[in-house]
């Protein structure tokens, strides 16, 4: 049973950080790239971060550059976004989404995890 499961959202202050996490399970997790969506209140689901299968590339939307930063741990079937200097803006629902391309276009979702961004 394949599974994705997101952890370590939450309340924060404007400027605070916070690291999120998702435990996958149920498929070969080093084979897959990985990236992190997040969807705001009445706006479209949006590519926060991705990562290779082997963590050598990453790619980040505009509005996080340099703020956060997205890795994972294959031993552990786990992968990372650390959020610093957080804004009201980064206020939304985070999801992790496991994917790939060969031999079939398969894709994978957890069900998010709340990013609060509040004073």
């Known amino acids: 049973q394949v599974q994705l499961v997101e952890s370590g959202g939450g309340l924060v202050q404007p400027g605070g950080s916070l690291r999120l996490s998702c435990a996958a399970s149920?498929?070969?997790?080093?084979?897959?790239?990985m990236s992190w969506y997040r969807q705001a209140p009445g706006k479209e689901r949006e590519l926060v971060a991705q990562i290779t299968t082997v963590g050598d590339g990453t790619n980040y939307a505009d509005s996080v550059k340099g703020r956060f930063t997205i890795s994972r741990d294959n031993a552990k079937n786990t992968m990372y976004l650390q959020m610093d200097s957080l804004k009201p803006d980064d206020t939304a629902v985070y999801y992790c989404k496991a994917y790939k391309t060969r031999p079939v276009a398969t894709n994978y979702w957890g069900e998010g995890t709340q990013v609060t961004v509040s004073s």
């Open positions: 149920g498929f070969t997790f080093s084979a897959y790239a």
